[in-house]
């Protein structure tokens, strides 16, 4: 996507130094850009970069003074990274889909579509499901009967979609990602084997979620497994059933939540959690990369991290007594010889 | 699917107490239930919903009397729990395939199918193929070349299956997991860059076995990665090259078994939990979440945690130790100071 | 794919000792193998399962003396182990593809083909894509736009590719893995809601990269992920956002890396680790599976452990002390009663 600086300062409100009809193919970071790349300098410590690449055009802070010569159309603004990430939307948006139907989907004809809906190749979508208003279908995706999903939403390739989930408006789920699979039940026979315990419950999932790749979420026994609005979750994250998220949560990437349990609104949960099942974590907790959960969290806004979970400043404490371990016990031997030998 | 509480009563073999034509729609938990609903009262904690949501049909235990008014149609059963999961399993059945094959799919003229097969749009089977009777596969699947599935087992959307795999009767393969990729083997050339060690074997699974969503199965070297009969593994878990995991063993999510080792029969492991390669664990051994096993476990049904794993009991006393010992640290130090004085 | 010994022997570079023309159709483990089999004595403790299962053509060694009756065809070899990595990869090599492109692959116009490319059932390759010569893509594969891939590279089933991917040559990618989805990138809103981040860089992949089934690698911000040559993942690993990884590193199953960490060239990390964002790993650096990563390590070639990481020697000796703690607490507890008393 060509564009001019002109165009560019209009779209990020900036002050144009230089020739408005400079034309550049797409932004760059300074390290990497050259003539036909936009770049910016929101860190002065790369600035030698500028006069090294020469970027058609770079953004900058409204006082910048170049201390060396650019062959280069600057655009003042007020907050430098404010306004990259105004101008990485844009180019983003260039993704925009066409509203096309690809002619070798197949939909069930019960399927209703809202306005300006984008179906990939190959994608397959049963019965009942409803589409709102400018969904975006990758190729390659499959949409079980009685699903339903808001306005605006993203789907990417290879995801799949199990019966009866509910998905909000302006969600985004990354490629391979599995909404609604059965949960992980059974109960003992007795004979010792296990028999299957039905799942007839589903997902509901609010709006302007993001679901990372290769995520799944399992679905519920009875019920909802329910995600809340603005969650994000990276990729690879096990959800399962008839768990509950609160809206605002963030979960990085290889975290599992067992069965049933609730996790509270706006907590920060690193990678590679664990979270037992049948629990409760408050509000705003935030869990360190490797926390393991055996407990509920009642406090709001704590800090843990440790398996089991201890509070971080504990954590930390632990970890540091551990490691001098071996002076205590050198200690030790020196006080029992001392006291023998009186 | 609506059914009448005449038609529901004669399946869980209840005795109604009310309408026998009264109609419901489907399940749902008391909570959420309303008069479209069939639900039930296994624990008398919830019985206040009851009244409160006035369900269609409630499924109650032959003694329930009710302690106000009901405009519902009770069906008396002796075990509440066993009959919910036959009505569970009835309500699950609606969803059993019809035996067709998607004009889409792409079937090597080589593949043999037994009789009431279903196989989704694209899905792509390739020679050799052979399926039993009653198989369900969903859109989306890939099966490579001479793999045999057994009669009745279905495969969601998405699957992928390499080339040479065996997978019995009555199994449950969910959305895109992985079964019988190349195991993670690499040999460091002269030039110290790796040489893939290359892979013939495959993977055999046996019957009843369920596997979750995104769950990879690599195959062997040479021989076969086993999965024994009745096994259940939920999402997300990693199976390497040539283990071997025994009757009724169930895998809770995220768990990593490295390549070579032998796991037992009825055994329990958490999520998150890693065997080391090359290791035996004894039957009906259990292991806590996040466990990591570095060493063969010889002793049947003994319970392990922590990482490297220890005894559940010396797992928690240690940790109960652990965090006592700034206490221990401040015993010592006066000690010392005490006997200095002397 | 039926052999001759004499076939077998030119290409290994042994000598047959017994029929010439003696046909297999296989190798097989000498556990397993029988007279339609080719197997081998690498370790003389299978020794007494070639004289019970009689293989059709068994590799041995020079000096290898057979102490009961074989009805086999011996070629003897200077090492069996890399005549048997040899006669692997030749029956490995019988499944090349055959360069065909499926009439139902749906490659926009602007598509750029090599020679002798294969592209299975229902794959999708969108605009401005270039595929090398030789390039083996596996049925429901999505390549995105602007993705370039070398030679020789094989793409398995199911693999979703986001635009403007490189991948090099010689590279193989197992199922359902997802190359350049958006990172895991938001910013608070004043609202205290999550925007995100948009993602407008991209992935680089070097050349003989091997990368398991349902791996995630997630686009840069800006300027690129980068996999470096020779490097191998497992199944179900985690690549965030511009990481870089060097040359020839191997990673094992279910290990996580987060945002713009750079790990050095080859290294060796285990199952299970987790890496912090933003931090630098030495070249040669071996972690232990489950190691939790949450500073820089500069030294290379050291070994670490445990989470938080320490240096391998220091975990094991705190790790003993561990469970030595009740016993120094009892000592403790004597000193303090024997001290009182005085």
Not at 83 to 99: N, P, T
Not at 120 to 137: K, R, W
Not at 182 to 195: I, L, S, V
Not at 297 to 322: D, E
Request: proline residues 3%; glycine residues 10%.
């Amino acid at each position: 996507m060509k564009m001019t600086a002109g165009q560019i300062a209009t779209i990020i409100e900036g002050r144009i130094d230089g020739d408005t009809e400079r034309q550049v193919v797409g932004p760059a970071k300074i390290e990497e850009a050259n003539k036909h790349h936009i770049s910016f300098l929101a860190n002065l410590k790369y600035e030698e970069y500028a006069y090294q690449n020469q970027p058609g055009i770079l953004i900058v802070s409204d006082d910048f003074e170049a201390k060396k010569p650019l062959d280069t159309t600057l655009i003042r603004v007020e907050s430098v990274y404010l306004s990259v990430q105004k101008l990485l939307k844009m180019f983003a948006a260039e993704r925009v889909h066409d509203g096309r139907v690809d002619a070798s989907a197949q939909l069930h004809q019960d399927v209703q579509i809202g306005e300006h809906v984008s179906i990939g190749a190959y994608t397959v979508i049963d019965q009942n499901v409803i589409l709102g208003e400018g969904v975006n279908i990758h190729p390659h995706v499959h949409i079980a009967q009685n699903v339903k999903i808001g306005p605006r939403t993203t789907i990417h390739s290879g995801v799949r979609i199990y019966p009866d989930t509910v998905i909000g408006s302006d969600c985004i789920i990354h490629s391979n990602s599995v909404i609604g699979s059965d949960g992980f039940g059974f109960a003992k026979n007795e004979e010792g084997f296990f028999d299957k315990i039905e799942h007839i419950g589903n997902v509901v999932i609010g709006d302007h979620v993001e679901i990372g790749a290769n995520t799944t979420i399992d679905r519920a026994v009875m019920g909802s497994t329910i995600i809340g609005s603005y969650v994000k979750l990276d990729n690879l994250i096990q959800i399962a059933h008839n768990v509950e998220i609160g809206e605002s949560t963030a979960i990085a990437s290889q975290t599992g939540i067992a069965g049933s349990t609730k996790i509270g609104a706006h907590c920060l949960i690193g990678g590679q959690v664990a979270i037992i099942g049948h629990i409760r974590i408050a509000d705003g907790v935030q869990l360190a990369a490797k926390t393991g959960v055996a407990q509920n969290i009642t406090k709001p806004h704590s800090k843990w991290a440790g398996s089991p979970a201890v509070p971080s400043t504990q954590f930390i404490r632990s970890h540091l007594m551990l490691h001098k371990l071996k002076a205590l016990w050198t200690d030790v031997s020196k006080i029992k010889k001392q006291l023998k030998t009186k």
